[in-house]
């Protein structure tokens, strides 16, 4: 079935550091892929999104490409801020198929100053 | 943004008691509700879709006279965890789709975390 794995966290970093926040799936079609992100004592918010292959989605200086061929929607930033600490989600959307929003487990991340 | 409210945020319970948990859109109508259910270091698990005014349809797995979902309106759906036991202890949250808008363009509330003692 369709499926979404991410890195295991917890990831913990220092203010300005590189992220990278692995994420790869399994679908029977073709699939839209997001990161939500979930802030402390918050809803999930939709953080990016790629609706096909070689798409970029960016916010708040996060990208995330979709790379059909290695089946991955990585999540990356160039310098990371103490603000950026929460739980990131990846997730998939099959349109042909059970519409709904498969996601991984969740990856917390933690910025230290 | 539109915003939906969650609560409570924790619950501790005895075992056998039931529990509420609410999820209202405070700002828009929702026709359809989803509540997933996450276990530590697991996949957030859709449990269910609640369309207002039937009957919600239950994932594969989910046992519905345990799980009681009421969408009573367009802005509440609410989710009863029947004579929990510590096997229920999870983190339930739900989320909302507003009207006109596709199933992937959803709102979700912050969130609640179940302890059954």
């Known amino acids: 079935g369709d499926s979404v794995t991410q890195m295991e966290g917890p990831v913990t970093l220092s203010e300005e550091a590189f992220l990278t926040i692995n994420c790869t799936y399994t679908?029977?079609?073709?699939?839209?892929l997001f990161w939500y992100v979930q802030y402390p004592g918050e809803g999930l918010q939709l953080l990016l999104k790629?609706?096909?292959?070689?798409d970029k989605g960016s916010n708040k200086g996060f990208e995330a490409t979709y790379r059909k061929e290695t089946t991955s929607f990585h999540l990356e930033k160039g310098s990371v801020q103490v603000s950026d600490s929460a739980v990131y989600f990846c997730?998939?959307?099959?349109?042909?198929?059970?519409?709904?929003?498969?996601f991984g487990q969740g990856t917390r991340l933690t910025i230290n100053p | 943004g539109a915003v939906v409210s969650q609560h409570p945020s924790r619950v501790i319970c005895k075992s056998g008691t039931s529990v509420k948990i609410e999820c209202r859109s405070l700002?828009?109508?929702?026709?359809?509700m989803f509540w997933y259910r996450q276990f530590p270091k697991q996949s957030l698990m859709l449990m269910a879709t609640?369309?207002?005014?039937?009957?919600?349809?239950?994932e594969q797995g989910v046992e519905k006279d345990k799980f009681l979902i009421n969408h009573a309106s367009l802005t509440l759906s609410t989710l009863t965890v029947t004579s929990a036991h510590p096997e229920d202890s999870s983190f339930y949250i739900c989320?909302?789709?507003?009207?006109?808008?596709?199933?992937?363009?959803?709102?979700f509330g912050s969130g609640t975390q179940l302890s059954v003692l």
């Open positions: 989320s909302a789709r507003a009207v006109g808008q596709a199933n992937e363009k959803l709102f």
């Open positions: 679908a029977t079609g073709y699939p839209s």
């Open positions: 790629a609706t096909k292959a070689d």
């Open positions: 997730a998939l959307y099959l349109v042909q198929g059970a519409q709904k929003l498969v």
């Open positions: 700002d828009f109508q929702a026709t359809t």
């Open positions: 609640s369309n207002e005014g039937s009957k919600a349809t239950y």
